[in-house]
């Protein structure tokens, strides 16, 4: 009887060992949220790339909802609406033999933005809701960017080895688009996570895409995964 009780304790020991492991296991799988660093992997035509690189480039706003216009003697005038803008904030990506340039872009009415700055820079017109443009959820390619500038989303160009390909086409409204939605038809852009830190927030999204050069060849981007800072205060 008291073997049977010395052996059940023993058992009892070990499963509770086994949990204590287990549990540590998981605490080292899972780093706090202040340390998670940047990341970034995709895949283009088979090869993958990677980079902890991520920097924040320029933000910027331009005309939205551009076109041509007759101007004076019915000269070429390129105008946008007078009641919205187009806010730009850029991001490059630094890989081994891959260069990317990343745009979240979004078209704010001239009421849902104010003329501030950002840690000490320069004044510009910023949206008031400054997380609204990384909200979760799925975003589309702004195939017309530099063109129309009409679609809210996000526009990608990577420069490698083969050259210099973009998400987006032909810039001058004379001609006819060269990339258009369909284009992106099988293309996605997903935010799956936005978290708060105590100096920034982590965005984590998923992507995959088509991006062209002059001559419309095509190199596919696939198994996108991205994890870095964004909104960080200086």
């Known amino acids: 009887m008291k073997l049977k009780y010395l052996l059940g304790l023993s058992i009892i020991f070990m499963l509770a060992a086994c949990d204590k492991e287990n549990t540590e296991l998981e605490t080292e799988a899972e780093p706090p949220l202040e340390l998670l660093k940047d990341s970034v992997s995709y895949t283009v035509?088979?090869?993958?790339?990677?980079?902890?690189?991520?920097?924040?480039?320029?933000?910027?706003?331009?005309?939205?909802?551009?076109?041509?216009?007759s101007?004076?003697?019915?000269?070429?005038?390129?105008?946008?609406?007078?009641?919205?803008?187009?806010?730009?904030?850029?991001?490059?990506?630094?890989?081994?033999?891959?260069?990317?340039?990343?745009?979240?872009?979004?078209?704010?009415?001239?009421?849902?933005?104010?003329?501030?700055?950002?840690?000490?820079?320069?004044?510009?017109n910023f949206p008031k809701n400054k997380t609204d443009m990384f909200s979760t959820g799925m975003y589309k390619y702004s195939t017309d960017f530099w063109r129309d500038n009409s679609i809210s989303g996000?526009?990608?160009?990577?420069?490698?080895?083969?050259?210099?390909?973009?998400?987006?086409?032909?810039n001058d409204l004379s001609k006819p688009a060269s990339i258009t939605q369909t284009d992106q038809q099988n293309s996605k852009f997903e935010i799956i996570s936005l978290q708060k830190r105590k100096s920034d927030y982590?965005?984590?999204?998923?992507?995959?895409?088509?991006?062209?050069?002059?001559?419309?060849?095509?190199?596919?981007?696939?198994?996108?995964?991205?994890?870095f800072s964004i909104l960080k205060v200086n």
């Open 45 to 69: 035509n088979g090869e993958k790339y990677t980079s902890s690189n991520v920097e924040r480039a320029s933000i910027y706003t331009t005309e939205s909802n551009t076109k041509i216009t």
């Open 71 to 124: 101007g004076v003697n019915f000269n070429y005038l390129i105008q946008g609406d007078k009641d919205s803008i187009l806010f730009v904030r850029d991001f490059t990506i630094k890989a081994v033999n891959s260069f990317m340039f990343l745009s979240f872009i979004k078209v704010y009415s001239n009421a849902e933005t104010t003329n501030t700055n950002e840690n000490n820079g320069s004044y510009l």
């Open 154 to 170: 996000i526009a990608i160009r990577m420069i490698n080895t083969r050259g210099d390909f973009k998400s987006y086409g032909e």
């Open 202 to 227: 982590l965005l984590e999204a998923k992507f995959n895409l088509n991006v062209f050069d002059a001559k419309k060849q095509v190199q596919k981007i696939e198994n996108g995964y991205l994890r």
